[in-house]
């Protein structure tokens, strides 16, 4: 089973940023729908955002709006999260979901995990 993995997360304050990276082989990452989602201690697994394979359709938690950016560069096989603006309550390992899809206006997120990267906001 093919995963991806994440890459990018590590300690930050509030107000800083970071960006996290999910990268995968070429034959996965190809016209693959992704998304990021996260888990806080204690919480369940939360969708953070998602992205078609020709980058037009992106889609956001309400939780970070505004303030995370989700990309990606297809000839890299590499998708982003660019998180401004960190808050504490982002604290969470992030994970990176591929092979999704866009139903209704809402990510369906596929087996495909990757391993997870930490992500400590301190105040």
């Known amino acids: 089973q093919v995963q991806p993995v994440e890459s990018g997360g590590g300690l930050a304050q509030a107000g800083d940023s970071l960006r996290l990276a999910c990268s995968a082989p070429?034959?996965?990452?190809?016209?693959?729908?992704m998304g990021w989602f996260r888990q806080a201690p204690g919480k369940e697994r939360e969708f953070v955002a998602s992205?078609?394979?020709?980058?037009?359709?992106?889609y956001y938690a309400d939780s970070v709006k505004g303030r995370f950016t989700i990309s990606r560069d297809n000839a890299k096989n590499t998708m982003y999260l660019q998180m401004n603006i960190l808050k504490t309550e982002d604290t969470a390992v992030y994970y990176c979901?591929?092979?999704?899809?866009?139903?209704?206006?809402?990510?369906?997120?596929?087996?495909?995990w990757g391993q997870g990267t930490q992500v400590t906001v301190s105040s």
């Open positions: 070429r034959r996965s990452f190809r016209n693959s729908v």
């Open positions: 992205i078609s394979w020709t980058n037009d359709t992106t």
């Open positions: 979901n591929m092979a999704g899809a866009h139903i209704s206006g809402r990510y369906r997120p596929s087996q495909h």
